[in-house]
């Protein structure tokens, strides 16, 4: 394992050792995470069967949900047809190339599930979809619902989730190895789908069989993680793993803690363990040139080189929570203060505190730092923070701005998709761009290593330096 220093490897050793300890642990509401280990990558559909993908945990994630619906060749060609025009199939194409059965967890999960991470790729869709379910061949479609009992979380000798007290468990697992079609018997007493679920389950069976037709990909086998060295199966990191660290390099435990309390497992004193937080907020600014603010976990590393994401995992994997600085040091400025940060740093943005790109231009997270260095490598002139034109419903004060404006292209990373208010305002930025006939781009996350790729397509033309 690639080492921080003798005092860091330290106690990210420490870290791993209770951790090894305490596998039974249980998180946050006092259960073990059910996504943990569970299978959360894409389903691939062969002959009206699913493909054995090899991983031998329980297939879980918001697509496996719509091989539950009932569905035919003449649904999937007119969902096709229908989101075909409003697809950017381009960058979908790059993103499967990269991330594998792993493509629907490169976007957040949030509300409409399916439809959501959809809508980066697929600007508009959402209202496209809820039409579309309205349509005779939708409306009357079923499905095997899931809620006909409440699941108990056990864990068996060898850590993987299952769950029992379904009592349509037999239903319920059948689906993932054979999917609903049109008068498939198992529907018989199924009532039809409500409206409002519709287009989500439409979404995901939709995109699940292009996926398949479309797609040959290389399946998911176990590797060993870069942190802990324990094998572990890619297939088991959930939509927030992905988003957030990138093509698979750590095993669901380590991705696990770099959203938790690693202190939690601690066998340390208050009193030890303040020293010890304090010299981690020096380190990290010092190894990273990023501010350890309080929604540091929350960012995205999978656009950075392999050795500085292994950096940056490593020491996230000891920042503390917030719950644990309120308690130690009263606040996350006065954990900074007392780490003699807080007169270092520039103003704060919706990500955390600042930091200055290479071309001068204030980065307000590790993504735009990433994006604007790129540009600024490539000489492709770029505006920061452009204002939004004024549309007297969607941006009355003119108060809305851009990320970047690259030519005549309105781009936006949407870095936080899973936070509500932040992807409500993503999405009226979409739909003003639409009303103003603006070009609009919205970067996932995962498209950070693509951008070469990205710049060919949508700012290649400005200056000619993307090739």
């Known amino acids: 394992m690639p080492k921080l ?24 509401n006092g259960l073990l995470h059910p996504y943990l280990f569970s299978d959360n990558t894409c389903a691939i559909i062969r002959g009206d069967v699913v493909v054995d993908n ?32 409003h697809l950017d199939t381009g960058r979908w194409d790059g993103i499967v190339s990269e991330f594998r059965t792993h493509w629907a967890n490169t976007c957040s999960v949030w509300g409409d599930a399916t439809i959501h991470w959809l809508e980066a790729l697929a600007p508009g869709v959402r209202p496209v979809l809820h039409q579309l379910g309205k349509t005779v061949e939708f409306r009357d479609l079923r499905s095997l619902r899931h809620e006909r009992g409440t699941p108990e979380i056990l864990v068996n000798n060898v850590g993987i989730v299952s769950t029992t007290s379904f009592q349509a468990e037999e239903i319920r697992s059948s689906i993932y190895t054979r999917p609903v079609t049109i008068g498939d018997e198992r529907l018989t007493v199924e009532p039809r789908e409500r409206s409002q679920y519709r287009a989500e389950l439409i979404a995901a ?38 988003r957030r660290t990138g093509r698979p390099r750590y095993c669901h435990l380590c ?39 309080s929604k540091i976990r929350d960012t995205s590393i999978g656009g950075l080189p392999e050795d500085q994401r292994d950096t940056f995992a490593r020491l996230l994997m000891l920042i503390p929570r917030s719950e644990l600085v309120i308690r130690l040091f009263g606040s996350w400025s006065h954990y900074l203060n007392a ?36 540009l600024h490598a490539r000489g492709i002139g770029h505006e920061k923070e452009p204002v939004y034109p004024h549309h007297p419903e969607l941006n009355p004060n003119k108060k ?58 949508h700012w290649g033309w400005a200056k000619g330096q993307c090739d």
């Not at 870290?15 to 946050?28: G, I």
């Open 5 to 28: 220093d003798r005092q860091l490897d330290e106690w990210l050793g420490h870290v791993l050792v209770v951790r090894s300890e305490n596998l039974s642990t249980r998180w946050d």
């Open 54 to 85: 090899g991983c031998p945990l329980e297939p879980n994630g918001s697509l496996i949900f719509g091989l539950g619906y009932e569905w035919g060749p003449t649904q999937q060609r007119i969902f096709e047809d229908t989101i075909g025009p």
């Open 205 to 242: 069976r939709g995109m699940t069989e292009w996926f398949s037709h479309r797609h040959t990909v290389e399946q998911w086998t176990p590797q060993t993680c870069v942190i802990c060295e324990e094998f572990f199966w890619p297939n088991a990191l959930n939509d927030t793993d992905i």
């Open 255 to 293: 991705s696990a803690m770099m959203r938790r309390d690693p202190w939690a497992l601690r066998r340390l004193t208050d009193k030890s363990l303040r020293p010890i937080l304090i010299t981690i907020a020096q380190r990290f600014l010092e190894l990273t040139g990023m501010f350890p603010h």
């Open 339 to 374: 780490a003699g940060l807080l007169e270092k740093a520039d103003r704060k943005g919706y990500s955390g505190y600042i930091t200055i790109a290479n071309d001068g231009h204030i980065a307000l997270s590790i993504g735009e730092r990433i994006i604007c260095d790129w």
């Open 400 to 457: 809305l701005r851009g990320d970047w404006l690259i030519g005549d292209c309105w781009v936006e990373l949407a870095g936080y998709m899973d936070d509500a208010k932040y992807a409500n305002q993503m999405l009226r930025k979409q739909e003003l761009a639409r009303a103003c006939g603006l070009r609009h781009l919205l970067l996932l996350p995962a498209e950070l290593g693509r951008l070469d790729a990205i710049a060919r397509e």
